[in-house]
T-cell receptor
């Protein structure tokens, strides 16, 4: 499968623990996005990278969230000191053309914070 | 930043009937309007998109219309089939408020096609 892959697909953690999600984009895509999706809502933009540079972070991304894309390939999203409100599906997407072209989404990483 | 409203939140139609989903947006500078389909437990996938220099676009049973003056756009699905059952999201690319243009999604419409 040459699409966007994310892991783990599911993560259950206790409040206060740190979690990390990984995204492997389509190999030739230089833009990578992280979105958060909660039940009954559309995806909400969190942050995006062009190659290894993180060009924008949403106000939704608190200081407990950090994302990296060290070599312009895969990306990680880390959440420190998780809270119950962090429970959501974290979607990664990649594209060639940015936000005015098709985004290719991964299957998502579902986080449950107990 | 951009604000996208989507209606209805749920829609049930008989197989073979048409379905229409409507969205409005707030940023008059928005210029790209995609529609994504998300089946249960699956990733969102692009089904059709339209740019601001076009009023209508059609792809087989799916069409999208755009009214820039009124700042609204709609998805039309004709001859619905059970496999059309999914959540549909509209989106608009608008200024994020922090230096770039990003997609803002509506809250989604759960379409159920009854056989």
């Amino acid at each position: 499968d040459t699409g966007v892959s994310q892991n783990p697909r599911h993560k259950i953690t206790k409040r206060g623990q740190n979690v990390t999600f990984r995204c492997d984009p389509i190999s030739e895509h230089n833009r990578l996005y992280w979105y958060r999706q909660t039940l009954g809502q559309g995806p909400e933009f969190l942050t995006y990278f062009q190659n290894e540079a993180q060009l924008e972070k949403s106000r939704l991304l608190s200081d407990r969230f950090s994302a990296e894309r060290p070599k312009g390939s895969f990306s990680t999203l880390e959440i420190q000191r998780t809270e119950q409100g962090d429970s959501a599906m974290y979607l990664c997407a990649s594209s060639l053309t940015g936000a005015t072209g098709e985004l290719f989404f991964g299957e998502g990483s579902r986080l449950t914070v107990l | 930043g951009e604000n996208v409203e989507q209606h209805p939140s749920t829609l049930s139609v008989q197989e073979g009937d048409s379905a229409v989903i409507k969205c409005t947006y707030s940023d008059s500078a928005s210029n790209y309007f995609p529609w994504y389909k998300q089946e249960l437990g699956k990733r969102p996938q692009l089904i059709i998109d339209i740019r601001s220099n076009v009023g209508e676009k059609k792809d087989q049973r799916i069409a999208v219309t755009l009214n820039k003056t009124a700042k609204h756009f709609s998805l039309h699905i004709t001859e619905t089939q059970p496999e059309d059952s999914a959540v549909y999201f509209c989106a608009a690319t608008g200024y994020s408020g922090a230096g770039s243009y990003q997609l803002t999604f509506g809250k989604g419409t759960k379409l159920s096609v009854i056989p």
